[in-house]
Structure formats: structure tokens, C-alpha cells
């Protein structure tokens, strides 16, 4: 397992709150312009790599309703929204997914040096998306 995503109101509230609360390091987060939305990552190992990690992730634009981020923060409020998996080719997996009847949502990386990503819609997992890595 790579990380759980948690979306929150205010990731600088969160952030505080989850190093100062749990002992958490702040391991960085960016802002994905193309996903409207800014995150960090946290984790009791000291990488991304030594330990599953928490992203906190929160909206640019709160009131943009097209965006799925802002969307469940508007309807559902602050919570789980994914877990995502490590695994050796996420369009290849996707692809043996799809055969089974899940439905797989391709993403391009968005950061250079990155690779594709794939997301399994919540109908095909109990309500939870999975991303994979």
C-alpha cells in the first residue's frame, strides 16, 4: 500500500493537526493545477518509501463543482476518499481490471518523471476508489 487519501477543509489546519496530535512528519505535498487541487503527505517513517503515508488533500476552488475533490467536500464533508496500491504497471493492470468488468479510469502522471496512474471507480470497490500506482 502506497497511502490513504483523506480530503479536508484546510490542509494547513490538518497538517498541523495531524503532525501535533499523532507525531506525523511532514514529508511535502505540491499543487496539482490539473487536478485543481494542493496535498502533503505524511507518515511515521521518515519516506514515502519506509512507511504508508496519509495525503492530505484539499480543493484550490472549493465552490468548482466539476471538480470531483471539491464535489465530495461539498457533499459528504471531510473524510476518506481513496487508498492507493503500488504496482508494476498501472495501464497494464487497469487494462486485466476492465476484462473483469471494473471500471478503470486511466490518468496521465501528472508530474515529470511520473508514471500513468489508474483509479477504480467506487462502484467497482464497495464505494472506495483505488488508485494504483
Known sequence: MSHIGIIVEDLDQATAEWMERYGLVDLGGEVVEVEGIRN???SAGPSREEAACIELIEPLD???MS???ARFLANKGEGLFHVAF???DPTADGAKLRERG???IDR???AEGERARALVHPKSANGLMLELL
Open 108 to 110: 496521465e502522471a501528472h
Open 40 to 42: 502533503t503527505f505524511l
Open 102 to 104: 471494473v471500471t478503470v
Open 67 to 69: 471538480n470531483a475533490i
Open 62 to 64: 472549493k465552490s468548482d
Open 86 to 88: 503500488f504496482v508494476d
